[in-house]
């Protein structure tokens, strides 16, 4: 019988490039906590001392906010983003 391993997404976010793919296909979901979720994907990929650094918020409260069970603020969001290097571009809806 295979023994399961534990993967980490955020071990394959290794360039811009690849960080940019990620958040644009979580972005496209709609999915609130999806999107949350993957943005604290990438903020351990980047380091989250580093980003709590940055954005001036503590480790805990990233790892509590972009969690499965997380519900960042806005702020929040917005805040790790620009530590991130990140930033939404908006356009009009397509159906």
Known sequence: MNKLSHYDPASALV????IEVF????LETGDA???AK????????KGMTQVATESGLS????YRSFSEKGNPTLKTTLAVMKALGLG???KTAQD
């Open 33 to 35: 906590a999806y999107i």
């Open 23 to 26: 958040m644009a296909d979580a």
């Open 15 to 18: 360039s811009d490039e690849e």
């Open 88 to 90: 939404i571009t908006i």
């Open 38 to 45: 993957a943005l604290g994907v990438v903020a351990r990929a």
């Open 59 to 62: 480790r805990e409260q990233l």
